[in-house]
């Protein structure tokens, strides 16, 4: 019922840029707060940066300075801008949103399929 779909995953080399996309579909009431994590290999997946329904910003500091959040409402998207990739930013990058399904229910999360980001030297 309810969908994240993701897109712009890919290979690209140190320093070079990659524009990831999150689109939510379905049955959906609102979005609070729409979010990318990432998970790399042996780590725990960590927050890389959310941002809510108002606009306020929120990012890890490894990418703080290097990586842009913004979204959507009008289709509901969250975009994220990668610039000066390193190859510590190689990890599976899953989008994330709060969801109310309807104004009576309570919020949910729900999770995106996850896409690969590769960080060549």
């Known amino acids: 019922q309810v969908q994240l779909v993701e897109s712009g995953g890919g290979l690209v080399q140190t320093g070079g840029s990659l524009r990831l996309s999150c689109a939510a579909s379905?049955?959906?009431?609102?979005?609070?707060?729409m979010g990318w994590y990432r998970q790399a290999p042996g780590k725990q997946r960590e927050l890389v940066a959310d941002i809510t329904s108002g606009g306020l910003t929120n990012y890890a500091d490894s990418v703080k300075g290097r990586f842009t959040i913004s979204r959507d409402n009008a289709p509901r998207t969250v975009y994220l801008q990668m610039n000066s990739l390193k190859p510590e930013d190689t990890a599976v990058y899953y989008c994330?949103?709060?969801?109310?399904?309807?104004?009576?229910?309570?919020?949910?999360?729900?999770w995106g399929q996850g896409t690969q980001v590769t960080v060549s030297s």
């Open positions: 994330n949103a709060d969801i109310l399904r309807t104004v009576w229910s309570s919020p949910a999360g729900y």
């Open positions: 379905g049955s959906i009431f609102s979005i609070r707060t």
